[in-house]
């Protein structure tokens, strides 16, 4: 039932809880977690690492989870499909069909939300074919999800592995939202977030805004104040993405069940997108944001402290990101320090006439919330993704 996998949360309670989180992960947890990030990371290298996928398979997720599933690097604790690109109905078994593909049916594949918080689903099947991974068919999967729902697989696993699980999403943010919102110390038990997520530079479903926060916004803007240590992988980087036809002639080339399978979700979706007369791509945003957290040599970085517009009546779903160091923000290194360069407030809109708000200021000083990806090393992402779904390891 769709309360069950949405926890009939309200938004009130989206507000409480969220805040809650807030509270209950201090700032000063969130610099300590920032500054800590890079070396979280060298440990990933020397993985396994203990890591969820939430995912709306999608054809790029579909490229995200089986190159997840052939990386050593990952102990893929389970995968939580959510609706997005295509209703829950078709992520559900296409993040099953992957896991068959991959012969790891050994991973917890729990159905999650089948609607975003507080909104009506929009898809993009215009993107990802009405089946999700643009038309390439597959047989129907055999194995059956897990009994839980995701949210409740979620913090399940995370209660159990306290401190250790890097939460990878790459659909919209509505289980994560929901276990968070559910348990409001789990925040404070993830180890990290990798997202497939925003934008810096302008969305792609809307002039504003990134499509898995179009789609949910308010999960969205829960996730980014829950205190959990962020990186996000957005357009800014995944938009230098583009699978080329070189790519896909490697794919076909080599002769295993994971390599077939991507080849034939590759060669759909540059059908497709050719189809629809785009000059480059498609992009694997979601293989990146994977990627990028198996080897973080990939992505160039920068905090923010990241909001996301959820009011907007042109501009939901947008990331907005604040920082002291950024454009005509920098100061001389000599003032570098001092209070006014490091404690930017943080404004929203000015008040209305009707408002009875006294004060646009939303937070006081500035502290970062996000690592930013804001430039890759497409070629070297391409290697890794090419050589791995190749079963090149
Ligand atoms: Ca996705």
New binding site residues.
Partial sequence: MNSEHRGSITRRQFVTSSATVLAASSLARNAQATTNFFAQHEAARRGPFRVIID????V??ALALLLAMRSPELKIEAITPVA??VPLELTLPNALRMVEIAGRTDIPVAAGARAPLVRRLVTAAYAHGENGLGGAVFPEPKTKPAKEPAAELIRQIVRKFPGEVTLLT??PLTNIATALSTDPELAGMVRALVM?GGSLSGGNITPAAEF?IYVDPEAARVVFQSGIPITMVGLDVTRKTSLTEEHLRQLQGAQNPVSQAAATIARNAIEHNRERGFIVGPNM??SLAVAGFIDPSLLKLKEYYVDVETTGELTAGETLGYSPNAGDLRRRPEMAKDPAATNMSIRGSAPTLASTRTSPVVRDRFVPNANVAVDVDSIRFFDLLISRLSGKL
């Fill in positions: 995912t709306d398979p999608g790029d997720d997005g690109n790459i659909g497939m898995n945003h979601d």
